[in-house]
């Protein structure tokens, strides 16, 4: 019997390693931009259809010199504004100029979206990512 259990969990390890190697890598993002704080605000609409409207900031820091910022998204969300913007500090930040976004692409598969600037986002440096959106409640 406990031959049986052990041979269970090696074909379950196999096929857990297996699934993670092939697909998840998939899914995971790059980590030269890394989060340090969200805030996130969010007003619901429930006259015609039930959805919402909200923004979200997310302060976060280039770890190494890049052109593109990659985030996670559902895929009914509908961004209505996409800024980044450079900062100072972390803590309480002034918020500077303003980063040139080159274009915007979404993946309906990994549900990513993929903001590709002109300038090169510099390493060790903090940005503001600002999004307004809306959604349904239901999809």
């Known amino acids: 019997m406990l031959s049986n259990n052990l041979l269970d969990f090696e074909i379950s ?3 857990s390693i297996l699934f993670h190697t092939v697909f998840c890598d998939n899914y995971r993002l790059p980590e030269t931009i890394i989060p340090k704080h969200y805030k996130l605000e969010i007003s619901a609409s429930v006259d015609d259809e039930l959805s919402f409207k909200g923004s979200l900031e997310i302060v976060t820091q280039c770890l190494n010199a890049t052109k593109t910022i990659s985030l996670h998204r559902d895929w009914d969300l509908k ?10 500090t972390v803590q309480s ?8 976004l080159k274009e ?7 549900e990513f979206i993929m903001i590709s600037t002109i300038e090169e986002l510099e390493e060790n440096q903090h940005y503001v990512i600002y999004f307004e959106f809306e959604g349904p409640f239901f999809s």
């Open 104 to 110: 915007i692409l979404y993946s309906k598969t990994e």
């Open 93 to 100: 930040y002034e918020i500077g100029d303003g980063v040139t």
């Open 79 to 88: 961004f209505e504004k996409i800024e980044v913007k450079k900062i100072d």
């Open 13 to 15: 390890l196999f096929v």
